[in-house]
């Protein structure tokens, strides 16, 4: 699987299909690698991901990530091999704890994350040796398939490749990502913490924290977007703590985020400084950036000027 080293960070549900069709289908010939794409309350990601693939040619579709509360191992395992089988190997698998906020809303409890991630990943590789989609199970009955490992040490059916990459922002997750997993995906992170991430991880895993964009030089407007864009994580301790631990204080966290805290979610002002923001993140050890790019006009619609401006 080849994600180049930049891809697009895609909140849909402010396309209708049609638009989103043409949309990952424009990404795909602007060049990028990937299109990622998250979970909360909006559209489903396995189903997202079979639309995205069926309608494009070349790109990954990654979830970034699908909530491991959502779905058990079984399901999560049916559906990846469902989906690199039916593209050729173009779906990467991002798993992510979520946050207790969102686990609740599905009426489970949180549980320790380090753990449930770890006992999570093991299950789905147990089911792959379980299933195999090809199988007509009333003929051949529940029969174990055999297993490798690929890239990354990902693991490999008779289907291919089935890799899988972690939400992690804390030391902990990022080195479970790298033990368990085929790399991490952080978040509202740094270029900093890329740094710090690539040397847990080591050289080998792949490291793809996204960055959000905005094409203008106006600091009000940009700052008014940054806020309504951090506006829910600065709720969560996930993302406090992880601030925190990279120099942010608690007044940062005040009258909806402080500009420094802003200015380092959200990279605004001309071509070069996006490029430039982008770039340091490779410079500190990413392998692949998801761009997430924001409209001045409408922050609900991706960007199309940035991110042609910003193509491989």
């Not at 089988?85 to 609740?104: I, M």
């Not at 690929?150 to 030391?171: D, F, H, K, S």
Request: with cysteine; glycine share 8%.
């Amino acid at each position: 699987m080849d994600l180049t080293n930049k891809g697009v960070f895609l909140f849909s549900e402010g396309l209708s299909a049609t638009e989103l069709a043409a949309a990952v289908q424009r990404i795909e010939r602007l060049g990028y690698g990937a299109v990622w794409f998250p979970e909360a309350v909006g559209r489903e990601p396995f189903a997202m991901a079979s639309f995205i693939l069926s309608n494009t040619n070349r790109i990954v579709a990654a979830t970034g990530i699908v909530n491991i509360y959502g779905r058990d191992p079984m399901v999560c395992a049916m559906g990846q091999q469902t989906l690199n089988e039916q593209s050729g190997g173009r779906f990467l698998l991002g798993l992510g704890v979520s946050h207790s906020v969102l686990v609740n809303l599905r009426g489970h409890d949180y549980a320790k994350p380090l753990a449930t991630m770890r006992n999570y990943v093991n299950d789905i590789r147990d089911c792959h040796q379980s299933i195999a989609i090809r199988n007509n199970l009333l003929i051949e009955g529940l029969t174990k398939q055999p297993l490798g490992t690929g890239a990354r040490g990902a693991l490999t059916t008779v289907l291919g490749e089935m890799p899988i990459i972690l939400a992690a922002l804390g030391p902990k997750m990022t080195a479970l990502s790298g033990a368990i997993a085929q790399g991490s995906h952080p978040a509202n992170s740094t270029p900093a913490h890329t740094a710090r991430s690539r040397q847990i991880l080591g050289p080998t895993p792949w490291l793809c924290p996204f960055q959000r964009v905005c094409l203008t030089k106006e600091a009000t407007v940009a700052r008014a977007i940054g806020r309504r864009m951090i506006a829910f994580y600065l709720e969560l301790p996930n993302y406090r703590n992880l601030w925190l631990d990279f120099g942010f204080t608690t007044a940062d966290f005040e009258h909806g985020g402080s500009d420094r805290l802003v200015d380092a979610m959200l990279a605004w002002g001309d071509e070069k400084t996006l490029r430039d923001r982008i770039q340091a993140h490779l410079d500190a050890g990413a392998d692949h950036v998801p761009v997430f790019s924001v409209n001045p006009e409408n922050p609900a619609l991706p960007c199309w000027r940035a991110l042609e401006a910003l193509a491989p």
